[in-house]
């Protein structure tokens, strides 16, 4: 069964360090999403990116996070300089469609960061 | 800010018990999915509802979407110790592509 891959599972980084996260989307899904997930709370939305575009972004997703599908099968998510309030899970989820379709997103297994 | 609110947050029950769980806002969702996680793994897929009053069975699991589409609930029959896990319900508004998560109701089902 087609499945969300991310890559690492565990990052640890020291504070002010870039990092980038990597997913696998599914292969024939069009829509990419970047959720976090904060020990203990919810989880939240980041952005979702469509057609090599961000399509909506949340307050957290502020400059210093990006996302890119550098070629046609990874989706990165890039935190420019980590903050120890970037700890977290960090989830990306793909669906193959939106937009008056119900929005069934699959989820990867998480990297989990850790800034210290 | 568009709220799910999940009760109970935790649940402990003997095996072969029934049990209902919630999932209520006061706004009005497209769709409503059901989630489960386990520890330190991504939420995972079970059903999505779409239209009010719908109901789904995955199984043991029934899930209901009310009338108006602001709750949802997931009843499970019978519970095993392999039902043990982080139940998610997540809505999305239409014309926006994110999910809006509750917090989840931890189900623990001992043998």
């Known amino acids: 069964e087609p499945e969300v891959t991310q890559t690492p599972s565990h990052q640890v980084t020291q504070m002010g360090q870039e990092v980038i996260l990597r997913c696998v989307p599914i292969?024939?899904?069009?829509?990419f999403y970047w959720y976090r997930q904060i020990l203990g709370q919810k989880v939240e939305f980041l952005v979702s990116?469509?057609?090599?575009?961000?399509?909506?972004k949340s307050e957290i997703f502020d400059d210093q996070f990006s996302v890119e599908r550098p070629d046609g099968s990874n989706f990165t998510l890039k935190i420019r300089s980590t903050k120890l309030e970037d700890s977290a899970m960090y989830f990306c989820a793909s669906s193959a469609n939106s937009g008056g379709a119900p929005v069934e997103q699959y989820f990867g297994p998480g990297t989990r960061l850790t800034v210290t | 800010t568009q709220l799910l609110e999940q009760s109970p947050q935790f649940l402990s029950i003997q095996e072969g018990e029934n049990l209902t769980v919630y999932c209520n806002s006061s706004s009005v969702f497209s769709s409503l999915q059901w989630y489960r996680q386990e520890p330190g793994e991504g939420p995972v897929l079970l059903v999505t509802v779409v239209t009010g009053g719908e109901v789904k069975k995955l199984k043991r699991l029934t899930f209901q979407f009310g009338d108006a589409r602001k709750d949802s609930s997931l009843h499970i029959t019978a519970a095993q110790p392999g039902d043990t896990g982080l139940y998610l319900c997540a809505g999305d508004r239409g014309g926006s592509e994110k999910l809006v998560f509750g917090k989840g109701t931890k189900l623990t089902v001992n043998p």
């Open positions: 292969s024939n899904h069009l829509y």
């Open positions: 990116f469509y057609n090599n575009e961000i399509s909506e």
